[in-house]
């Protein structure tokens, strides 16, 4: 077990450095915006989704959450592996659905948004990121 809780303070380190530098990213680059300075190359959607997965799969939190409700409904008379993969397939189909959706509101929102209050939405992302990979940082271990 306390090997679990020193893999989860490195995992945590981990994340609080890469919500760090995506806050300072952002508001960088929105600093960069502001001077007239070119906007940043187009990254392939590749980058994207990788740095996408990345995130997900260092969240903790999310694992142990799978890990403690999908065993819930397995039949332990059937096949667990395919139980699980179905129950996983699902979650994922959701998953997708709800980002979509998501993604769907906020194009539609941008649209509609002028390019000032873009600037300041952009750099409260940029400051919250920061604030929180600062606070990730100063969590304790109980």
């Excluded at 906007?39 to 403690?68: M, Q």
């Excluded at 979650?91 to 997708?96: D, G, P, Q, R, S």
């Amino acid at each position: 077990m306390v090997f679990m809780s020193e893999w989860f303070d490195v995992i945590r380190w981990v994340g609080a450095l890469y919500l760090v530098y995506l806050g300072v990213r952002t508001l960088w680059q929105l600093r960069r915006r502001a001077a007239g300075a070119p906007p940043p190359p187009h990254r392939p959607g590749a980058n994207l989704y990788f740095e996408g997965l990345l995130v997900s799969l260092s969240n903790p939190k999310v694992l142990l959450f799978l890990g403690a409700f999908l065993p819930q409904f397995i039949d332990p008379a059937g096949d667990a592996v395919w139980q699980l993969s179905a129950l996983a397939v699902l979650f994922v189909v959701v998953l997708a659905a709800v980002d979509v959706a998501y993604t769907l509101a906020v194009a539609r929102a941008r649209a509609t948004l002028d390019a000032a209050r873009l600037r300041l939405l952009d750099g409260a992302a940029g400051v919250l990121l920061l604030l929180g990979g600062l606070a990730l940082a100063m969590v304790r271990k109980p």
